[in-house]
Nanobody
Framework: QVQLVESGGGLVQAGGSLRLSCAASGRAFSSGATAWFRQAPGKERKFVAAIANRWSGGSTYHADSVKGRFTIYRDSAKDTVYLQMNSLKPEDTAVYYC???????????????WGQGTQVTVSS
């Protein structure tokens, strides 16, 4: 049974920081890539960042909207992928989801496993 569990969301003022964690059980992180997506109320789920597994070089990818502010990285010893979010803006407010799939991609349909999501709210 593969499970992804997100944590670290919360309420923060604009300009602040949060770090999201995605902990895996089962074989989730033996897949090709892990990604973060976010979904604001009434909006579609959108790509935020992805990291390839270490056997594929561990390359990282970030959406243009978060480049320079967010960083995805992995702690393999803990089977955990993190999303460090700095300089947060009110438009970053959303439910953030962790996903695992065969390769890094921006398309939600590429990913096989999803966590339950964690709420991030940025106040102005």
């Amino acid at each position: 049974q593969v499970q992804l569990v997100e944590s670290g969301g919360g309420l923060v003022q604009a300009g602040g920081s949060l770090r999201l964690s995605c902990a895996a059980s089962g074989r989730a992180f033996s897949s090709g890539a892990t990604a973060w997506f976010r979904q604001a109320p009434g909006k579609e789920r959108k790509f935020v960042a992805a990291i390839a597994n270490r056997w594929s070089g561990g390359s990282t990818y970030h959406a243009d909207s978060v480049k320079g502010r967010f960083t995805i990285y992995r702690d393999s010893a803990k089977d955990t992928v993190y999303l460090q979010m700095n300089s947060l803006k009110p438009e970053d407010t959303a439910v953030y989801y962790c996903a695992s799939g065969p390769r890094p991609a921006t398309d939600v349909h590429t990913y096989d496993y999803w966590g339950q999501g964690t709420q991030v709210t940025v106040s102005s």
